[in-house]
């Protein structure tokens, strides 16, 4: 999941706590379906492993989906008959109807190009690019939440779409050469539903339009076989430059594929690109990440981690790319630059402090401007300038949406919005506490609750955790929080090694065979919360999705007496059998084997403990979803079945809408439906019994 889907659930989110001993009137443990077993014995250079749910991985079977389909109607009544999920889906209603600020912009002179009622019934749009003379609107449409896309183009005089349907589309943006004749593009070639890859053979293309895909200009194309590489582009703003990486292991929100090698297509001319000039590679291999964030002519300044863990922003002429001809203009320090942009001819960096955003302005030659006041507790979501240079930047200040206007000649700052009062979120806080990891680390997690909290270990506790992928998880609250804190719960969410909290080293600790460090921390952040008294491990749940969801499946094996409810959202967790895709340099490769015994020890699938008390367990994963196919998801809910030996139950969800982002806001009702009458908490105003 992308993290961004598991913090929609706990981080979108206020009144009196409202527990209750009550439990569901069901029994705890389920009728299971009968999940059949398999003799499949797999040889792993030399060490033989059994896989006797091997049959759960044919998707497109009727007995896989009559099997998914009854696991589904069972967990369905545990997650949604209870008084908690329609109070819960209001409240969230409600409160973003509270802190909705008034539209600003003028109303659209003219319709849409495109809309999702002009499409057909399963089908959703995935974006739109209008070409520079607006002539066409070249648009992505998705059906039943696949993670792939069609493409199409649509003539604005007449509203036809031409007759040509790009395929592979899984994502990217579709960029118009200025002369709008057509526009670059990345496309992959699609696996089998049964496929244990993600896509082969990505590359950048550029399309005519009104002319056949099999006519496309490849730009640059990885070879077919190819699993473990992903391509990106993006456009210099004058047009003239087009930036093509192509990279392995995770993708950096702002920086790009985190071991990635930069080329650069000089359009020389934009309103007369020369689309088939030669790419010029910046570097031999991939080493490092790389982002163009803005051009002078022929000079780029290029915001990386090559040389520099914490990153920094350099310039060099594109004629003399070499990394001796780089100068730096922001240097590396002990703060993790996160984003760089130009903004009115300045560098506005957005850095991480300790986990909390910050901000500086520099001059283009490098001189410091400012660091401006950024108040504690904030995170940083857009950042804009105004007609007298001011800049306007809108955050979340712990669980509050704001925008503030700050003066670049004293740095002193005017609240924009009308903030109400009193509002939701006063009788909550937000604290960041550092615990000690196995190993001795010192560890930070940020912590929600009550002001005036008592410290009795009573409290229902929710702590999530992702810890992969250089991701950096900050103090951002939501509305969704704000209703769980309303039902009395605690919020947790650390930062574990995995993430990018402090740099690369943070993100390179748990990596390929240190993964254990990233469950190590986990269980750390649970036994910390229950030394300090927030909870109990019968009052403690967990919850993680994508690799989120291994770590909470892996924690489970290792630790099932900690946690009294565990929700892994579509978790890998076969690492034998799962392919990674481009994320083999994060988590390995079965095809390496030198990586098969860290795999199979990091892999929850095989360390399924037979005969052990499992905590009340949901896992939810969707058919469509092309980046941890669902099988990992039924084959572990099959062990974990078998294995299970206390009545708490264990459930599996298999959408058959929506892709590895979820179904929306009914993943919020059906998670903290499960969690709350598994913890036995009741909506407010429910008497106690």
Known sequence: ????????????????????????????????????????????????????????????????????????????????????????????????????????????????LVTDSSLAAGESLDGVWVSPDRRYAAYQVSTNGSDWSEGR????????????????LYGHAMLWTQDGRGFFYVRASKP??????????????????????????VILRMGATVTDVNVDQEFSADG??????????????????????????????????????????????????????????DSL??????????????????????????????????????????????????????????????????????????????????????????????????????????????????AELDLKTPSPADPYEIRQ????????????????????????????????????????????????????????FVLAAPSLRGGGEFGRGWYEAAMLGRKQTTFDDFIAAAEFLIRERYTSAERLAILGGSNGGLLVTSVINQRPELFRVAIANVPPTDLLRFDPGAHSAQYGSPQNPTHVPFLRASSSLHNVRPGACYPSTLITTAFNDQVVPAWNAFKFAAALQAAQSCDRPVLLRADTTGGHGGIGLADLGDTFGFITSQLGVKRPGTAKE
């Open 1 to 112: 999941m992308t993290r961004a889907m598991l913090f929609a659930l706990l981080l979108l989110t206020s009144g009196p706590l409202a527990a209750s001993a009550q439990r569901d009137p069901r029994p705890s443990r389920p009728p299971y379906p009968v999940t059949r077993t398999v003799g499949v014995v797999d040889d792993y250079y030399g060490t033989r492993i059994r896989d006797p749910y091997r049959w759960l991985e044919q998707l497109d079977e009727r007995e896989v989906r009559d099997w998914a389909a009854a696991q589904t109607a069972l967990a369905l009544p545990y997650l949604r008959d209870n008084d908690v999920r329609p109070w819960l889906l209001t409240r969230v209603d409600e409160l973003t109807a509270f802190w909705r600020e008034p539209s600003t912009r003028r109303a659209e002179r003219e319709a849409p």
């Open 153 to 168: 183009i649509r003539r604005v005089a007449d509203g036809a779409d031409l007759a040509e349907r790009l395929e592979g």
């Open 192 to 217: 089998a539903l049964t496929s244990r890859a993600k896509r082969a053979g990505p590359g950048v293309y550029y399309h005519v339009a009104g002319t056949p895909q099999a006519s496309d200009l």
């Open 240 to 297: 003239r430059f087009l930036f093509v990486s192509e990279g392995t292991g995770p993708y950096v929100d702002d920086l790009g594929q985190i071991d990635s090698r930069l080329h650069v297509l000089d359009l020389r001319d934009p309103a007369r690109p020369a689309i088939d000039g030669a790419l010029v590679a910046l570097s031999a291999t991939r080493d490092a990440a790389y982002r163009v964030v803005a051009t002078r002519g």
């Open 301 to 414: 300044y290029l915001f990386t981690d090559r040389g520099a863990p914490r990153r920094r922003l350099v310039v060099f002429s594109i004629r003399t790319p070499a990394a001796q001809q780089w100068r730096e203009v922001v240097p590396p320090s002990d703060d993790v630059i996160d984003r760089v942009e130009e903004i009115d001819g300045r560098f506005v960096v957005r850095f991480v402090r300790n986990v909390q955003h910050g901000i500086r302005v520099y001059e283009r030659d490098g001189r410091l401007v400012r660091e401006l006041p950024i108040r504690p507790m904030s995170t940083i979501t857009s950042i804009q300038s105004d007609t007298a240079g001011a800049l306007v930047v809108r955050a979340v200040e712990g669980f509050v949406p704001t925008r503030r206007r700050y003066a670049l000649t004293t740095g002193r700052d005017t």
């Open 433 to 488: 506490v550092w615990y000690t990891a196995k190993d001795g680390v010192k560890v930070p997690m940020f912590v929600a609750h009550r002001r005036g909290l008592a410290m009795d270990g009573s409290h229902p506790t929710v702590l999530t955790g992702y810890g992969a992928s250089s991701s950096i998880e900050l103090p951002n609250f939501g509305v969704g929080a704000i209703a769980l804190l309303e039902l009395g």
